[in-house]
C-alpha cells in the first residue's frame, strides 16, 4: 500500500479535536470554536503578532480539553464559575510535553485566572501570558450568550457584565478591545453562526504550521493520553491496541511505513470517545440502553474526525472500523469481509484482546486462556479474523 508523506496542518487537527470534544452535550455548543473566535477577534484589536494570533486561536480550540466529565463541562458554561482550576492544569499538563504546543499549554494553563487588578500577571511566580487573560475574556463571552434568544439583542448586557469586571477579572486593555467590538453586529453573527468552522477558515489566514510524521505519532500518542486519561479503567487502553496491533501487522507483514500507520491507528481508535462523557466511561456497573447507544456512537466520531485528512486515511480505515466484523454483526457501517482490509481486522482483535485484559469497574481482567477462548469462539462466529486470531495465540 502507497502511504503519502505524512504532513498535517496543526490547524486542521485542532480543530477537528475542539468539535469532537464539544460534541458531549447538545448545551456545549460549539464552545471551543467560539472561544477560538473570540480569542483571535481580542488579539487582532490589540494587535498581537501573527504567531501570538495562532497560539491564542489554537489554545481557544482546545482550553477545556482537561475537563472529561459532563458535569464539569456543563458547570464552565456558568458565567460566575467557582472552582475552575483543576481542568485547566489538566489540561495543559496533557499538552505541555509535545514540543509544538508548549506556548499553547502555558495558555491555556492560567485561562481562569482572575486579573485582580495586575496581581494576577504573575502566578506562583511565573508570569501569565497576555493571551491567557484573552482566552479567559474569550471564554467569558462565549458563555454569556443565549442560543435561545437573538444574539444582537444580547450584546449590550454582555458588554455590561464584562465592564462590571474590568481590573478584578479582566484586564482593562482586553475589556476595551472587546467594547471596541460592540457595535460591529458581524462579528456576534459570525460568534454565533450555525457555520462556525467556515467562519473561522475564512477569517484566520493559512497557516503553515504543519506536524512532520515523527511529530504527528507524538501528537497522537498525546491524543491517546487524552483519551485513556477519561477513566483510570481505560487508563493503558489505545497505547495497549497500538501495540497489540503493530506486533500483528508485523507477524502480517505489514511494512514499516504501514505498521508506523498501524500505530497511530491503535493509539487514535477510540478518539471518538473525547465525545463521551468520562461519567460512562467510568459508569461502575452495566450501561442502560441509552448509555449504550452513546457508547457505541464513538467510533463513528473516531471515523468522522479522522476521515477528512487524506494522508491519515488508513488510520481512519484502520483505526475508525475497529467495531466492524466479518460476518456484518459489526458498527457503525455494518461493513463484512468483502470491505474489511487486513488493517482493520488487526486492529478489531487487538481491541478486543485488550479490553478483555483490562479490569473494568464491573469486572477483573481476564487471564490469557479465557482471552483466547472468548478471541477463538469470536473467531468461530465469523466475527473475527481466524488467521489473525492465531497469529495471537502464538504470542
Ligand atoms: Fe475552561
Ligand atoms: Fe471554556
Ligand atoms: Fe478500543
Not at 511494512?255 to 493509539?267: F, H, L
Request: hydrophobic share 45%; net charge negative; glycine share 6%.
Amino acid at each position: 500500500m502507497f502511504i503519502q508523506k505524512l504532513r498535517v496542518s496543526i490547524f486542521n487537527l485542532a480543530m477537528s479535536i475542539a468539535k469532537v470534544v464539544d460534541l458531549m452535550n447538545a448545551a456545549i455548543g460549539q464552545h471551543h470554536m467560539q472561544v477560538a473566535y473570540w480569542g483571535y477577534r481580542l488579539a487582532d484589536a490589540l494587535s498581537l503578532s501573527d504567531d501570538e494570533k495562532l497560539d491564542i486561536f489554537i489554545a481557544g480550540l482546545l482550553h477545556d480539553i482537561g475537563a472529561f466529565s459532563m458535569k464539569e463541562r456543563i458547570d464552565l458554561l456558568a458565567f460566575e464559575d467557582t472552582r475552575p482550576g483543576a481542568h485547566a492544569v489538566a489540561g495543559s499538563l496533557i499538552l505541555e510535553g509535545f514540543e509544538p504546543f508548549a506556548a499553547i499549554a502555558e495558555l491555556i494553563k492560567f485561562h481562569h485566572l482572575p486579573w485582580k487588578n495586575g496581581r494576577g500577571g504573575v502566578q506562583d511566580g511565573v508570569r501569565v501570558p497576555a493571551g491567557s487573560h484573552i482566552i479567559h475574556l474569550a471564554d467569558r463571552v462565549a458563555v454569556q450568550i443565549s442560543p435561545h434568544a437573538p444574539v444582537l439583542g444580547q450584546v449590550r448586557t454582555i458588554c455590561e457584565a464584562v465592564s462590571q469586571q474590568r481590573g478584578a477579572v479582566f484586564v482593562p486593555e482586553h475589556v476595551d478591545a472587546l467594547l471596541s467590538m460592540n457595535h460591529r453586529e458581524y462579528m456576534w453573527l459570525e460568534a454565533t453562526s450555525p457555520h462556525m468552522e467556515a467562519v473561522l477558515k475564512r477569517i484566520v489566514p493559512v497557516s503553515t504550521r504543519e506536524l512532520s510524521e515523527q511529530q504527528l505519532v507524538k501528537f497522537a500518542k498525546l491524543i491517546c493520553r487524552l483519551i485513556d486519561f477519561k477513566s483510570e479503567f481505560t487508563a493503558t487502553h489505545s497505547s495497549g491496541v497500538a501495540a497489540v496491533a503493530v506486533e500483528l501487522a508485523g507477524l502480517t507483514g505489514f511494512s514499516k511505513n504501514e505498521r508506523r500507520m498501524v500505530e497511530i491507528a491503535g493509539y487514535l481508535h477510540d478518539l471518538g470517545k473525547l465525545a463521551i462523557p468520562s461519567e460512562i466511561i467510568e459508569k461502575a456497573g452495566p450501561l442502560n440502553e441509552n448509555e449504550r447507544f452513546i457508547m457505541r456512537s464513538h467510533v463513528y466520531y473516531t471515523y468522522e474526525t479522522l476521515e477528512p485528512f487524506e494522508v491519515l486515511r488508513p488510520v481512519s480505515r484502520w483505526g475508525a472500523l475497529h467495531q466492524e466484523r466479518l460476518n456484518g454483526t459489526g458498527y457503525p457501517f455494518g461493513f463484512d469481509s468483502d470491505d474489511l482490509p487486513l488493517g482493520a481486522r488487526i486492529m478489531a482483535v487487538a481491541d478486543v484482546f485488550t479490553a478483555l485484559t483490562e479490569d473494568r469497574p464491573y469486572r477483573k481482567g481476564m487471564d490469557k486462556k479465557h482471552t483466547m477462548a472468548v478471541l477463538q469462539a469470536m473467531s468461530d462466529t465469523g466475527e473475527l479474523d481466524a488467521a489473525i486470531v492465531a497469529r495471537v495465540s502464538k504470542r
